[in-house]
Structures are given as structure tokens and as C-alpha cells.
């Protein structure tokens, strides 16, 4: 064995390189894990969503093969965490043919590779997502509500009374992490793509940082990598093609849009699986629009929330002016029961 001072390297360094290793390793998936409920998670920013991606750990370079100081690399990487979107539109995949189909294909592909069953959606919070966006506070989620609200008129201009039916036939994957049920080309292509231009718009009209750089691509995710980081340690890097040959053309069924979600990447999801809600419109609806009980429910807990802030607010503020009023009076009393003593003292 070479002397560390001749060059080499002994075997307690060996050790401890590996260690660092191991828990950089451990590190990066224990990340991964608190981003594996997020509809949008490191690679899936890019390619679920259609997001730039976040920064990778290896900086030392920029785009233009520029060597980076330490502070212009945190400043990047804020910049990035800033931008992040934690809140999206969801038109919530509810049809029963789709969700049988997606699960028929989710066992095919674990029979294949048990390892995968971690890497699957879960049937209750499949969606389209329509556009994503980034609400720090309950001021902007309720700024995003009213936006979400003016968007329903624009969208019965588009379907102009026609309901919206998407079919999802085929399957595909994005850069062999993220494998997704394709929109099937057709009529309904044009209108959809014309209420998420309208959803963009409506919502940055409003202030609201949403949309992303990419066009629009419409698709059905039942499975990804992130959900899973310790598959990377398997060897599992991309999603096998002959997992899923069979199903490369299988017509999945339709789902007729009857509800737009605006939804939360990271509150904790619902009883039955779905994201967190913020509030809804209804599409096509027979009833002619009318919202179901559970978005009155939503509506209900909303208008309650702000009306008892608002109480808060008028209640704060007034006890502040009564104690400035008060204040006002003390002094002006102090102030006279001097002068009254100064002048007893001067008849004395």
C-alpha cells in the first residue's frame, strides 16, 4: 500500500470518502422523499409540467461554461426555490373506464418489476394539469379564487354550450422518468388548448406568477421515478419501454371535463387520495352550473374564514384607536391635575 505522503491513499481515507458518498446518497433521497406528493418534483418540474428545472447539484459551470463564485450559485438556487410552483389547475380524472384501465396497466408493469409499485400515482389524485402557478399566502390563494372564478365565463365562450370530452389512448414518457396516458388528437384539442391560454392569461392579469416556458402538453401521469429515489440505487434509472409495450396504443376511455380545481402541491391531500382544493368551478354541468355540495361546502368554509379575519382586523383596529384615544385623555388629565397643584401651591 502507497504512503498517503508519496500520493496514495489509505484505507481510513477510502472509508471516509465512502461514508460522505453514502450520506450524500442518503441526503438527496431523503429530499426527494418530501417532494414525492408534489405533482412537480425536481426532473417532473421540467418534464411533468412543463417547468425549468431546479438547479443541479453540480453548479460549477454556467450555461456558457463560466466558472460561478459560491454566492452566484446560492443566488441561482434562490432564484429557482422562488420561482418553484406549489399550486396548479387540475381537471380531476374521474371516469371510471380511465381509472380502471390505468390500474389494469399499473399491475401489468409491478407483475413485471415489483419494484415499480412505488413509483405509481395513486387512482385518486389522477388529473390533467391546465397551469401552475406560485401563491405564497392566503392574499394570493384568494386572488387566485377570483381569478379561477373569471376564468369560468371565458370557458363557456370557448365550449360555447358544448360539453369538453378527452380521450386518452397510447402511453409515453418524458426523458424515460415520467410515463403518461396521451391526449388522443382531436376536436377537443383546439378548445382545450385555447382555455388554458385563457387560464394563463387570467391569472397573470391578476399578478399572479403562473405559467411556464413550454407549450402546453396536455397528458395523464401514472407513474414516476421521483416517487421512488432509492430505485436509482437499484440501477433503476429509466423507465423500461417493455414495461409497457402492450399498452403503447391501448384506448384508455374519455373523461367529459365537468370541474376545474385550483389545487395545492404540498397541503396534505384529501381522505380519498385527491390534492388539496382550494376552490372550483363546474363545466358542462347539467344543472346548469350549479356547484356541487362539496365545492359549496369549500365556498362556505372560505366566505366563514374571511369574515372571521375580517372581524379580527375591524376588532384590532379599533382597540387600537380606543387605546390611542385613551392615551390622548391621560395625558390631557395628568396635564391638569399639574397645572391645578401649581396653582394651589402659588395661593399658598
Request: glycine share 6%.
Amino acid at each position: 500500500m502507497e504512503h498517503p505522503g508519496a500520493g496514495g491513499i489509505n484505507s481510513s481515507e477510502c472509508e471516509n470518502l465512502s461514508r460522505k458518498k453514502e450520506m450524500s446518497e442518503e441526503l438527496e433521497a431523503n429530499t426527494m422523499d418530501s417532494l414525492v406528493d408534489k405533482p412537480f418534483a425536481t426532473i417532473d418540474i421540467k418534464d411533468d409540467g412543463g417547468i425549468t428545472d431546479v438547479p443541479q447539484n453540480n453548479l460549477e459551470r454556467s450555461e456558457g461554461n463560466e466558472w460561478l463564485s459560491k454566492d452566484q450559485i446560492k443566488k441561482r438556487k434562490k432564484k429557482h426555490k422562488d420561482y418553484q410552483p406549489n399550486y396548479f389547475l387540475s381537471i380531476p380524472i374521474t371516469d371510471k373506464e380511465i381509472t380502471r384501465g390505468i390500474k389494469i396497466l399499473q399491475n401489468a408493469i409491478t407483475q413485471q418489476d415489483k419494484r415499480m409499485s412505488k413509483a405509481m400515482t395513486d387512482d385518486g389524485s389522477l388529473h390533467v394539469t391546465l397551469l401552475v402557478m406560485r401563491l405564497l399566502n392566503d392574499d394570493e390563494i384568494n386572488i387566485g379564487i377570483d381569478a379561477l372564478l373569471e376564468l369560468k365565463p371565458c370557458i363557456e365562450e370557448i365550449l360555447q354550450g358544448k360539453y369538453l370530452t378527452l380521450p386518452f389512448q397510447g402511453i409515453d414518457t418524458f426523458e424515460n422518468q415520467v410515463g403518461f396516458v396521451k391526449l388522443a388528437e382531436g376536436d377537443h384539442t383546439n378548445p382545450l388548448l385555447e382555455i388554458a391560454e385563457a387560464a394563463k392569461r387570467t391569472f397573470q392579469e391578476k399578478g399572479i406568477l403562473a405559467g411556464e416556458s413550454r407549450s402546453f402538453k396536455p397528458h395523464l401521469t401514472f407513474m414516476k421515478l421521483s416517487k421512488a429515489p432509492w430505485l436509482r440505487k437499484k440501477g433503476v434509472k429509466k423507465i423500461d419501454p417493455k414495461l409497457y409495450e402492450k399498452f403503447i396504443s391501448h384506448r384508455f376511455g374519455e373523461e367529459m371535463v365537468h370541474r376545474i380545481d385550483l389545487c395545492s402541491m404540498v397541503k396534505k391531500k384529501q381522505s380519498n387520495g385527491y390534492y388539496h382544493c382550494e376552490s372550483s368551478i363546474v363545466i358542462g354541468d347539467k344543472n346548469g352550473g350549479e356547484p356541487d355540495d362539496a365545492e359549496l361546502v369549500r365556498l362556505s368554509k372560505r366566505l366563514v374564514e374571511n369574515a372571521v379575519l375580517k372581524a379580527v382586523q375591524q376588532y384590532l383596529e379599533e382597540t387600537q384607536n380606543k387605546n390611542k384615544q385613551g392615551d390622548g385623555s391621560s395625558m390631557k388629565t395628568e396635564e391638569a391635575d399639574r397645572n391645578g397643584t401649581d396653582s394651589d401651591n402659588n395661593r399658598k
